[in-house]
């Protein structure tokens, strides 16, 4: 990518060999660079009823001009309530942020402050705009790759009660840059302040400040985080990313997948597939067949695939345990059965996760004929986050109770007065 980057206007030729192919022509291309935008929303749409969808991969300049506009064409076209997917989002710039939290939150309102040692870095960032809906229900999507940016906006409407975020807990970046140039085209970023969103508490989840003995950092632990309070008085805390209000554990990627992903052959694969199909008459409509799968199995055993295997792994590292602490003679037999349970076994594995294989051969499938609103499309085909969503925003009754104070046991209820 270094290779094609370049000023604008300027020339270079690219070669291209076709892969999966025998013929070894080499085709030339002489491209002409051009600034790029790519579009900060890939995909939305309606996805149940009057539910409306609206994925954000980025808070690039005039994001929230193309968030606005999706938002009220979806609007436009019936939605009632409304899904935020900021899922891998690592964020970018925070007045874009602001201008999106804004579409659902009141002119004036402080999203955002920034505090510092030094008087330049603070700041105050405030709605500036009439909103566009101020009473829609809404829900968030996050995830351990939603970042910055993205948890101003989730955590705003949260700290706001405006929003049910869903998923996993963020990264948790709280910390603004400055960038200062240097001698030579060289540039030092420097942390300057921490960001701190309505409630009063700042997400940053690790204190560079406090190191390990060994120099390291890590994230700070929930033990020492401090409780702040949402509009409503509902507990939220600091010092560890954005906790959604409803947590949903997603699957790990199995460690096969990686190395297929790694070694393309899922890329290669999807790859031939467009050879072998033209078209593609609707992300709807596709689904990776048992025959489809059955040939990719075939690409992966003609390429003599390979992969490390944790258990292999940790089951070494026991036995060098046991041997050292003197436990291996007795525990002999135990570990030879265990290492026969574990024996290397690709069409074992191949079949045991084949459910997470063929999802990213779909999303690679899929991208090839539609790009990034297809991928996106794909992957809400079986989203657990994405269901849990729909589940309260068609409940109203639930929706409300999750973003209302909890009453306490010990406060008394109060009673309406009869009408006089």
Known sequence: SEALRGEPGTSFVLKVLRPLKNDSTVMEFKITRKNIRTNPVPYYGMVKDSIGYLALSSFTENSAKDFKKAFIELKQKGAKSLIIDLRDNGGGSLSEAVDIVNLYVPKGQEIVVTKGKVRQAQGSYKTQNEPVDTQIPLAVLVNGATASASEIVSGSLQDLDRAVVIGSRTFGKGLVQTIR????????????????????????????????????????PDSLTTVFHTAAGREVRDGGGIRPDIEVKGDKIPNIVFYLMNDDLIFDYATQYCWDHPTLASVDDFKLTDADYEAFKKLVKSRNFTYDRQSEKMLKSLKEIAEFEG???????????????????LDRDLDYFAKPIKEYISQEIVTRYFYQRG?????????????EAIKVLQNPVRYREILSAPVKKDEPVKKEEPKK
């Open 181 to 220: 140039p240097l001698p030579y085209n060289g540039t030092l970023k420097v942390t300057t302040s921490k960001y701190y969103i309505p409630s009063g508490r700042c997400i940053q989840a690790i204190d560079y400040a406090k190191k390990n003995a060994d120099g390291s950092v890590a994230r700070t």
């Open 327 to 345: 436990y291996m003679t007795e525990a002999a037999e135990e570990f030879k059965a265990l290492e026969k349970k574990l024996n290397h076994n």
């Open 375 to 387: 991928a996106a499309m794909e992957r809400l085909k079986d989203d657990t986050d994405l269901e």
